[in-house]
C-alpha cells in the first residue's frame, strides 16, 4: 500500500498563528513521509516543547510529545528499544540549542538513526517573545532590552562540528526543496540533521519572514557545492544568519555505521567466544557435584 | 693527544637522597622504588603535619638515583647539597620559607549590615502578582536575576529584564532552569541577592541546584507560580508543588521556608520579607504563588523603605578579608557530613518561628475553612456567605506552608467542630496540614475537602456547600478533642487515630 501525503494529516486543526512557518514545514513532512513510503503506524514522532513542537499531533504517526529539550534522548531511547520504528524528531531552536543542546551533541556521537528536523524561527514563541539561542546579536526582545549580547549559535556548524553525517536545510518558502532534504534525511542511514529556516509571524523580525525567504533563498546545488566536501559545507555553513542556503550542506559519502550496527556486530563478535548455554550448566553441575563430594 | 695523558679528574660523588621530613606525605612509592632496602616506613606522626614521613637508612645507599623519579612531590625526596649553594642563587626553595609566598596578614571579614532607605510615599499601584513579585525583589536589593522563560511566571522576569539594566543590575536570560540554579548558586556564593521566577516543570528542573545551595548554605529567593501538573500538564493554576517545596527540596535532608502569598501586595511584601529571611537563615526561600495570583492584578502599596544590600562576611566576595572563605556542599568523613546536617536540623528549628497565617473570623467558628493562594480568596467569600446565612465560618490561611503555622491553627480550631481544607490540589495541603498536626499532637475536628485540580478553582459556592455538608454530617467518631495533647490510648476501639 502507498501512502499519499493526506494520509499523514490527523483531524486535529493545528492552532499555530496564522502565516506561521510550521504550516509548511508539516506539508513537506507529509510529502517526505508519503514518498519514502512507510506505513503511519511505522513512524514515531518525538518532539519536545514549543510551538514547533506541537507537530506530532498533525501526522498519523505515533507522537510523543515529551520534556523541553529532551527530545534526542526519548528519541534515542524509543529507537534502541524499537529498532524497526522510523524515527523523527521534532523542535525548535530552544528546544534544540538551548535547554537541549547538551544533547545533540551526543546524539550525533551516538549515530542512532534519527531524522532531527529543528524549526529555526531565533525567537521563543510560546513564551511570547524571549531571546533564543539563535536570535542574532543585538535583538531586542521582551527579556533583552539592551539587545541581544550573545552571538547566536549557528545550528549548521554546530552539528557539523561534531562530526553529523548529514546536515540540511530548507525553508517552507521552497516546499518541494524543503520536502526533498527531509525524504533525503529521513533516507539516511545514520543521524541526520535538517534546520529550517521556519519564521515567527508574531514575535519574529517584520524583515525575515516567508517572502524574503523567497528573495534570498539559494540552493546549495546551484552554487555547484559537492555534499561529500566537509570544508566547503563548514565554510558554506558560516553563511547562517546571513545568507540562506538551501539543500544538503554534507552527506558522509561512507555513512558511518549506526549505533544499532555496531552493538550487533560486538554482539556477535562476543557470541563466538562465549561458551553455550548447555556446556555452562553442565559446568555448574560439575562443580556442584564436587563440592557435594 | 695532549688531554688523554692528563690525569682523570676523580668521578664526581653522585648525590645520595634528602628528605626534609615536613614535606614527606608518607605515601611510600620511594620505599616501592628502591632495591637496597635504604628507605622505611616512618613511625612517629610529624607533629607540624599530621602526616608520618618515611625514614631514611642510607648506608647501603648506591646514589642511585630511582627514589628522586619515584617521589610525586616537589620539594620532597630530592638529592643531598653536595655543596654549599651561592647565595644569592635561589635553588628550589621550600614553599614555607619563600618569603613571596607568606601570606601578609590580613583583614578579618566583617558583615557589612544592610541599610533602609526612605521611599517616598508615592501612589498606589495596580500591579499584575508577578510584576509585584518583581518590584518586591527590587525594593529588596537584588540586581541579580536569572531564569527561563516558562509561562505562566514570564512576565516578573520581564520586567526585572527592563529594569535591571537601568539599575546596574543584571538580567540574564538563561540556557535552561538547570543554568539558572547554578547561575544563582555562583551569585549567591558572592554574598549578593538573587532570585528567579519560574513555574512547576521549571522548578522541578531546580531541585538538584536547590539542594547544593541548602548544602552549602546560600541564599536566594525562588518564585514558583504553580501550574497544573504532574508532567507539562497546562498553564492554569494549581497549588501543585505544596508537596515538593515543603518536602522534597532535591536530595537529601533539605528544608525551605515556603509562603503562600494569596494577592498581588502579599506578592510584593513575601518577596522582600524572603530575601530578609533568606540572608537571615543562609537558606533558599520559596514562594509559591498559582497562576492565577501571577497573573492577577491589585492594588499594592509600596513599602515605606527599600533595603541597601550590605555584605555578609562569608561571602567569596573576592577580596583579601573574604579570602579563606570557602562555599561547598561536600562534607567527605561521614561524622562531618552527619555534624552538618544536625547544624541544618538546627537551623530548621529555629525556622519554626517564621511561620505565619492569618485568622479571619475564627474566634468563634464552629466550621474552619483552611486554604491559601488563590483558592483562599474563594475560601474568604464563602465564609462572608456563610456568616449572613448565620453560620459561625471562619478562615485560616497558612502563609508559610513549612514551618506550618500549626500554633495559630490550633488557637483557630479552638471552639470548631469541622475542618474544610478548600484547596487546588488533590490534597498536598492536607497533607501538610495533617503532618504538621501530628508532629504537634493536635487532635483535629472531623475533617473534609473541597478539591479541584488540572488548573480547575474551588468555587465560592462549593465551600459553602462543602462546609454546609459537613457540619450537617453526623459524626460517629467520639468527638475529637481540642486540647492538644494527643490521646494516647492503646485501646483499638477508641478512634483517636481518626479524624473522620
Known amino acids: 500500500m502507498n501512502c499519499q501525503p493526506k494520509d499523514f494529516k490527523s483531524d486535529l486543526k493545528p492552532i499555530w498563528c496564522p502565516g506561521c512557518g510550521d504550516f509548511g514545514v508539516v506539508q513537506a513532512i507529509y510529502r517526505a513521509l508519503a514518498a519514502v513510503g512507510r506505513l503511519p503506524h511505522d513512524i514515531a514522532f518525538v518532539s519536545g516543547i514549543g510551538c514547533s513542537s506541537r507537530i506530532p499531533g498533525y501526522t498519523t504517526a505515533y507522537g510523543f510529545n515529551s520534556v523541553h529539550g529532551r527530545a534526542l534522548p526519548i528519541a534515542q531511547g524509543l529507537k534502541i528499544a524499537n529498532p524497526d520504528l522510523l524515527v523523527l524528531v521534532a523542535g525548535g531552536d530552544g528546544d534544540g540549542f538551548s535547554i537541549g543542546g547538551g544533547h545533540v551533541a551526543h546524539a550525533i556521537r551516538r549515530n542512532i538513526d534519527l531524522t532531527y528536523i529543528v524549526m529555526d524561527n531565533q525567537i521563543y514563541g510560546l513564551t511570547k517573545g524571549q531571546l533564543s539561542p539563535t536570535s542574532k546579536q543585538g535583538l531586542q526582545t521582551v527579556t533583552s532590552s539592551l539587545g541581544s549580547l550573545e552571538q547566536p549559535v549557528n545550528p549548521l556548524l554546530y552539528v557539523l562540528s561534531y562530526g553529523a553525517p548529514f546536515v540540511a536545510q530548507g525553508t517552507p518558502a521552497d516546499m518541494a526543496g524543503l520536502a526533498a532534504v527531509i525524504e533525503e534525511a529521513i533516507r539516511f542511514p545514520g543521524f541526520s540533521f535538517v534546520n529550517v529556516q521556519s519564521p515567527c509571524v508574531t514575535f519574529g523580525e517584520d524583515d525575515w519572514q516567508l517572502k524574503q525567504h523567497k528573495a534570498v533563498m539559494k540552493s546549495l546545488q546551484s552554487l555547484g557545492h559537492d555534499p561529500a566536501d566537509v570544508i566547503a559545507a563548514m565554510r558554506l555553513a558560516q553563511g547562517y544568519g546571513h545568507e540562506l542556503h538551501t539543500g544538503v550542506f554534507y552527506r558522509a559519502p561512507q555513512p558511518p555505521p549506526t549505533y544499532d550496527a555496531l552493538v550487533r556486530a560486538r554482539q556477535q563478535e562476543q557470541a563466538g567466544k562465549a561458551l553455550p548455554r548447555e556446556r555452562v550448566l553442565e559446568l555448574f553441575a560439575a562443580k556442584k557435584k564436587e563440592t557435594a563430594a | ?500
Not at chain 2, 634528602?18 to 612509592?29: I, M, T, V
Not at chain 2, 536569572?146 to 527592563?162: D, F, Q, R
Not at chain 2, 536570560?173 to 539558572?180: F, G, H, I, M, N
Request: glycine share 8%; charged share 20%; net charge negative.
Open chain 2, 1 to 500: 693527544m695532549a688531554t688523554s695523558l692528563e690525569t682523570p679528574k676523580p668521578k664526581a660523588r653522585k648525590p645520595k637522597p634528602q628528605l626534609d621530613p615536613d614535606l614527606c606525605k608518607g605515601c611510600l612509592r620511594c620505599i616501592d622504588s628502591c632495591n637496597h632496602h635504604c628507605l622505611v616506613p616512618g613511625h612517629d606522626i610529624d607533629p607540624r603535619t599530621g602526616l608520618i614521613p618515611i625514614e631514611l637508612h642510607l648506608e647501603a645507599c648506591t646514589a642511585c638515583g630511582l627514589c628522586f623519579d619515584a617521589c610525586p612531590e616537589p620539594y620532597g625526596l630530592r638529592p643531598e647539597r653536595l655543596e654549599e649553594i651561592p647565595t644569592g642563587q635561589p635553588e628550589f626553595e621550600r614553599p614555607t620559607d619563600a618569603d613571596h609566598l607568606k601570606r601578609p596578614p590580613r583583614p578579618k571579614p566583617v558583615d557589612i549590615p544592610d541599610v533602609l532607605r526612605e521611599l517616598p510615599l508615592g501612589a498606589t499601584l495596580v500591579l499584575k502578582g508577578n510584576h509585584a513579585s518583581a518590584i518586591g525583589a527590587l525594593l529588596a536589593g537584588c540586581r541579580h536575576f536569572y531564569g527561563y522563560p516558562i509561562t505562566p511566571s514570564t512576565e516578573g522576569a520581564e520586567l526585572l529584564a527592563k529594569l535591571l539594566p537601568k539599575l546596574n543590575g543584571i538580567f540574564l536570560q538563561a540556557v535552561s532552569e538547570v543554568a539558572t540554579v547554578n547561575l544563582m548558586y555562583g551569585t549567591a556564593g558572592a554574598g549578593l541577592r538573587t532570585m528567579t521566577f519560574t513555574s512547576s516543570p521549571g522548578f522541578s528542573l531546580m531541585l538538584e541546584g536547590v539542594s547544593y545551595m541548602i548544602g552549602a548554605e546560600l541564599p536566594a529567593v525562588f518564585v514558583n507560580v504553580m501550574r497544573g501538573g504532574p508532567g507539562l500538564g497546562n498553564i492554569a493554576p494549581e497549588q501543585a508543588d505544596i508537596k515538593l517545596a515543603c518536602r522534597g527540596l532535591g536530595h537529601g535532608n533539605t528544608h525551605a521556608i515556603v509562603f503562600a502569598p494569596s494577592t498581588p501586595q502579599e506578592m510584593l511584601d513575601l518577596t522582600r520579607q524572603a530575601f530578609e529571611l533568606a540572608f537571615q537563615y543562609r537558606n533558599p526561600v520559596v514562594l509559591l504563588a498559582d497562576g492565577y495570583l501571577g497573573q492577577m492584578t491589585g492594588r499594592v502599596e509600596l513599602p515605606k523603605a527599600l533595603v541597601q544590600p550590605g555584605l555578609p562576611k562569608w561571602a567569596v566576595a573576592g577580596d583579601a578579608a573574604h579570602r579563606d572563605n570557602l562555599i561547598s556542599s561536600i562534607f567527605l568523613a561521614e561524622a562531618d557530613l552527619e555534624a552538618h546536617n544536625r547544624h541544618l536540623d538546627d537551623k530548621y528549628a529555629r525556622m519554626a518561628r517564621e511561620a505565619r497565617a492569618e485568622s479571619w473570623q475564627c474566634e468563634d467558628a464552629e466550621v474552619v475553612i483552611v486554604a491559601c493562594n488563590t483558592p483562599a480568596r474563594m475560601a474568604r467569600g464563602a465564609v462572608a456567605e456563610l456568616r449572613q446565612r448565620g453560620v459561625k465560618a471562619g478562615l485560616f490561611r497558612p502563609i508559610t506552608l513549612w514551618p506550618f503555622p500549626i500554633d495559630a491553627l490550633a488557637e483557630a480550631l479552638s471552639g470548631a467542630s469541622r475542618l474544610v481544607v478548600v484547596e487546588a490540589s488533590a490534597g498536598q495541603l492536607e497533607d501538610e496540614l495533617r503532618l504538621a498536626a501530628s508532629h504537634a499532637g493536635l487532635a483535629l475536628p472531623p475533617l473534609a475537602a473541597v478539591r479541584h485540580s488540572g488548573g480547575v478553582l474551588p468555587q465560592q459556592d462549593e465551600i459553602v456547600a462543602g462546609a454546609l455538608a459537613a457540619l450537617a454530617r453526623e459524626v460517629t467518631a467520639p468527638t475529637a478533642s481540642k486540647s492538644a495533647d494527643p490521646c494516647d490510648c492503646s485501646d483499638p476501639e477508641c478512634g483517636c487515630g481518626d479524624e473522620e
